[in-house]
Every structure is written in structure tokens, then in C-alpha cells.
């Protein structure tokens, strides 16, 4: 599986577009990009899943580069309630074991 | 809610002591995983099946963890001589294998409390 690094904080206040980005040097051909949120004492929940260029969903975008070497989570015109933490999965979508890091904990400010 | 379920939500027990939970994935879902997560951490992938075959298991998972899904349906993860090392969150996440997605969906997890 494919090693991701992320930032480890990042913070941000109510209406603005956070983009959070991820590395993923080592990625292969057949990984696909996934990303997760998670608030305190849930289970992490699925937000977007991307192969390349760019995918867009009712809650977020994602933006994959050519080379696919990173990837950036956008969300647009942030509120309070995603303040939560976000993990960067890389891995092939029928392999069984998935690697989440330490993610990057998002702090959306009044 | 995601349609997964685990049981028992919280659950304390003394250092010694097996304990075991239960999770109950989204029905048609053949894919079962196992996580553990304390806090601060990410969630360390454990143990995952296909249907009611265990097809991975994580070297981190000491002999004392066993994880069974006898029908291909709930699944159970127990632990024996319990440690204090062992307090964590367990979650539980199931998918549909063979499609394109990576999708786990999870339930709201086990929290145990050694002491």
C-alpha cells in the first residue's frame, strides 16, 4: 500500500474553501484515491474516491494531477461542523487491508 | 447511521479478563473488517473477511485477539487475557468487494476500557 503524508493541522474559519493535500509518491497503477472524515468517537465516514483529474461530489472535490504523486481534498465554504479529522487512503479498491494514517485534523474557527 | 452496528458501545473490564464484541455490517455487504483506534491515531487495520473467510490478519495482532465470521454475516472479535494496552476504540467497517469503490462504511465503533 502506498505511504501518505498529510499536514497534520490545519485550521480555517466558516465560509471559506479549505483544500487539504496528499502525498502519495509511491502510488501505484491500479491505486485508487479515497478520503475519509471522521468526528470525535464516530467511525470514520467515506467522502470522495478519485483514479485522476477531478471528481465532484454534493459535499467535496478532488483534484488528482497527472502524475498522481498527490491529491487535494477540497471543501468548499466551510462551516463548524467540519471541524473533524480527514484521512488520505491510497490503495487498489480490491485489496482488503486499507492504511489510514494520522490524517489532518481540520479546526473550522466563528 | 450508517447500518453498521457493533455491540457493546462502551465496555470496561478488568486486566485479565476476556472480552468480546459483535458486529453486524450492512446485509448484503461480503467484506468485514476490524480496526483499532486510540486516540490521536488513525484507525490500524486488524483483520478483514470476505464472506466467512479471515483473508488477512495484521502481524500487530497478538495470538490473544481472534476474529470469527461464522456465516458470513455478524462477526465477533475477541480478546483473552485482556491488557491495558489493549483500551482502544474497535471498529468495525464492511464494503462490497469487486465493485469500484473503496467505500467502508462504519459503524460507531467499541470503546474498551482496561483496568
Known sequence: LAKTTQPISMDSYEGQEVNITCSHNNIATNDYITWYQQFPSQGPRFIIQGYKTKVTNEVASLFIPADRKSSTLSLPRVSLSDTAVYYCLVGDTNAGKSTFGDGTTLTVKP | ?115
Open chain 2, 1 to 115: 447511521d450508517t447500518g453498521v452496528s457493533q455491540d457493546p458501545r462502551h465496555k470496561i473490564t478488568k486486566r485479565g479478563q476476556n472480552v468480546t464484541f459483535r458486529c453486524d455490517p450492512i446485509s448484503e455487504h461480503n467484506r468485514l473488517y476490524w480496526y483499532r483506534q486510540t486516540l490521536g491515531q488513525g484507525p490500524e487495520f486488524l483483520t478483514y473477511f470476505q464472506n466467512e473467510a479471515q483473508l488477512e490478519k495484521s502481524r500487530l495482532l497478538s495470538d490473544r485477539f481472534s476474529a470469527e465470521r461464522p456465516k458470513g454475516s455478524f462477526s465477533t472479535l475477541e480478546i483473552q487475557r485482556t491488557e491495558q494496552g489493549d483500551s482502544a476504540m474497535y471498529l468495525c467497517a464492511s464494503s462490497l468487494a469487486g465493485g469500484r469503490s473503496y467505500e467502508q462504511y462504519f459503524g460507531p465503533g467499541t470503546r474498551l476500557t482496561v483496568t
